[in-house]
């Protein structure tokens, strides 16, 4: 996996050359800078919006599935799991295991 500066890639500027130093967000772990100031610079534009949900500390809403707002689910109790398996049945079951 490339390891590269966020700030630096969204403007495509050049990355530094020693990747390995990069510092990563103290909250999310996830992304990396090569500087304070790109790290501030990506913060209030980009990342204060992102980090909360890198670090797993809010889940997007509507973003776990519910077997009961799920088509393919709420079809799958209308006619069994028989009939949705049927080689001639469009629908494809859900690709989310059943709870």
């Not at 990563?24 to 772990?29: A, D, I, M």
């Not at 009961?68 to 949705?84: H, S």
């Amino acid at each position: 996996m490339a390891v590269f500066c966020a700030n630096c890639n969204v403007y495509g500027w050049s990355q530094p050359s020693a990747e390995s130093s990069l510092p990563r967000c103290s909250r999310c772990k996830y992304t990396r800078y090569c500087s304070k100031e790109c790290q501030l610079e990506h913060w209030v534009k980009v990342h204060k919006q992102h980090c909360k949900y890198l670090a797993d500390q809010k889940v997007m809403p509507q973003s776990r599935h519910d077997p009961a707002n799920c088509p393919t689910c709420v079809q799958k109790a209308k006619i069994g799991l028989a009939e949705m398996s049927k080689p001639d049945n469009p629908i494809l079951c859900c690709p989310f295991p059943s709870e």
